[in-house]
């Protein structure tokens, strides 16, 4: 049973169409994240869930209940920013209770709650100080713990970790993680960093251009997008053009370059014009298949990547070496791309 719902819901600015017919459902307890480059519509997406922008077309709902015209203060959402914005001339204490003043909590709850959320995020013994005198980190903690003071029914983030120094993130990355499965709260949030997306989230939905084109567990949209789009967005990939040449028992013979051939089930809505998509780390270096030779190497430490060219094609194998010596370019080998870990997505999807 789904917590949050969003029904077809789009916003546009004047000429510009932020977000266009998304609709995405979020279990109770669930982290979903929404992933996709600059520009794409994930804030203005949270700020609709918020209440802070209003739809242009669509509904919002929440255990039932339709929020779309509710004024945000009366939606039980706390809302994670990712420059913070905590209110400077209040103290650490002032800026977690704010929300629960806001709701006319009494003085005994107020102390009570604020100190209770100041625990969980590890910064009990930090609830007279001075906003400005924590580090990006700590005020980040502060902002989390004033988003879950008022025991909000959704959490929202909104790329809480883009401000935080590279190092720091993982650590603050985990720590959010085990607070949200604690307290089991729904919650979406929003990042550009697939890393983060994978690490955190439940669900991954994958924005681009204020369209969602794929929503689903963080495997399941790595190993099988559902377009060039998702492929190229999550990671490294190959995607190799292709021409689908002839089909007989579900099988058709993909033809990458002449001499090279793969057989594959291509789904209906490809056309004769396809990619081979393929991850690196799924081609293999062997001692039989399609005649390769090497073009470059790069040793990444645990890893080697090797760009090697069969019949005139580019493709790019990643492995653990395992100590073995890397190959060098020029040298000839044979490369095996074995079936289920190559899929075929339509050409013309972008
Ligand atoms: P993201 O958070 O994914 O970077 P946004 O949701 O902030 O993307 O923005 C999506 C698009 O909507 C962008 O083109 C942005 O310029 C535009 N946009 C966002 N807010 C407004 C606004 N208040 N007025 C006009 N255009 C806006
Ligand atoms: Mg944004």
């Given at each position: 049973?789904?917590?949050?719902?969003?029904?077809?819901?789009?916003?546009?600015?004047?000429?510009?169409?932020?977000?266009?017919?998304?609709?995405?459902?979020?279990?109770?307890?669930?982290?979903?994240?929404?992933?996709?480059?600059?520009?794409?519509?994930?804030?203005?997406?949270?700020?609709?869930?918020?209440?802070?922008?209003?739809?242009?077309?669509?509904?919002?709902?929440?255990?039932?209940?339709?929020?779309?015209?509710?004024?945000?203060?009366?939606?039980?959402?706390?809302?994670?920013?990712?420059?913070?914005?905590?209110?400077?001339?209040?103290?650490?204490?002032?800026?977690?209770?704010?929300?629960?003043?806001?709701?006319?909590?009494?003085?005994?709850?107020?102390?009570?709650?604020?100190?209770?959320?100041?625990?969980?995020?590890?910064?009990?013994?930090?609830?007279?100080?001075?906003?400005?005198?924590?580090?990006?980190?700590?005020?980040?903690?502060?902002?989390?713990?004033?988003?879950?003071?008022?025991?909000?029914?959704?959490?929202?983030?909104?790329?809480?970790?883009?401000?935080?120094?590279?190092?720091?993130?993982?650590?603050?990355?985990?720590?959010?993680?085990?607070?949200?499965?604690?307290?089991?709260?729904?919650?979406?949030?929003?990042?550009?960093?697939?890393?983060?997306?994978?690490?955190?989230?439940?669900?991954?939905?994958?924005?681009?251009?204020?369209?969602?084109?794929?929503?689903?567990?963080?495997?399941?949209?790595?190993?099988?997008?559902a377009d060039a789009f998702?492929a190229?967005?999550?990671?490294?990939?190959?995607l190799?053009s292709a021409r689908v040449?002839?089909?007989?028992?579900?099988?058709?013979?993909?033809?990458?370059?002449?001499?090279?051939?793969?057989?594959?089930?291509v789904p209906?809505h490809v056309s004769d014009s396809a990619y081979?998509?393929?991850?690196?780390?799924?081609?293999?270096?062997?001692?039989?298949?399609?005649?390769?030779?090497?073009?470059?190497?790069?040793?990444?430490?645990?890893?080697?990547?090797?760009?090697?060219?069969?019949?005139?094609?580019?493709?790019?194998?990643?492995?653990?070496?395992?100590?073995?010596?890397?190959?060098?370019?020029?040298?000839?080998?044979?490369?095996?791309?074995?079936?289920?870990?190559?899929?075929v997505l339509d050409n013309d999807a972008e």
């Amino acid at each position: 049973m789904s917590h949050l719902q969003l029904v077809g819901i789009s916003k546009t600015f004047e000429k510009i169409e932020a977000v266009r017919n998304l609709s995405l459902e979020v279990g109770r307890g669930e982290i979903i994240c929404i992933l996709g480059p600059s520009g794409c519509g994930k804030t203005t997406t949270l700020r609709m869930i918020a209440g802070l922008e209003i739809p242009t077309s669509g509904t919002i709902l929440a255990g039932g209940r339709d929020l779309t015209r509710v004024p945000a203060r009366d939606r039980n959402i706390g809302l994670v920013f990712q420059n913070y914005a905590l209110f400077p001339h209040l103290n650490v204490f002032e800026n977690v209770a704010f929300g629960l003043r806001a709701r006319k909590q009494d003085n005994v709850t107020i102390q009570k709650r604020v100190h209770e959320v100041l625990d969980r995020v590890q910064l009990g013994e930090y609830d007279t100080r001075a906003v400005h005198a924590l580090s990006g980190g700590q005020q980040q903690r502060v902002a989390l713990a004033r988003a879950l003071a008022i025991g909000p029914e959704v959490l929202l983030l909104d790329e809480p970790l883009s401000n935080l120094d590279p190092t720091l993130r993982e650590d603050m990355r985990d720590q959010i993680r085990s607070v949200i499965d604690d307290l089991k709260v729904t919650t979406v949030f929003v990042t550009h960093d697939q890393g983060e997306a994978f690490a955190l989230a439940d669900r991954v939905a994958i924005m681009s251009e204020g369209i969602c084109r794929q929503v689903g567990r963080p495997d399941e949209v790595y190993s099988r997008p559902a377009d060039a789009f998702v492929a190229k967005f999550l990671g490294k990939t190959n995607l190799l053009s292709a021409r689908v040449t002839q089909s007989a028992n579900g099988k058709s013979i993909l033809k990458l370059a002449a001499g090279f051939t793969l057989e594959a089930s291509v789904p209906e809505h490809v056309s004769d014009s396809a990619y081979v998509f393929v991850r690196p780390e799924n081609v293999l270096i062997a001692e039989s298949g399609h005649k390769a030779s090497v073009v470059s190497t790069r040793f990444e430490g645990p890893v080697v990547e090797h760009t090697v060219e069969v019949a005139g094609v580019r493709i790019t194998a990643r492995q653990f070496h395992h100590g073995k010596r890397p190959l060098a370019a020029g040298d000839e080998v044979h490369i095996q791309i074995p079936s289920g870990q190559f899929h075929v997505l339509d050409n013309d999807a972008e």
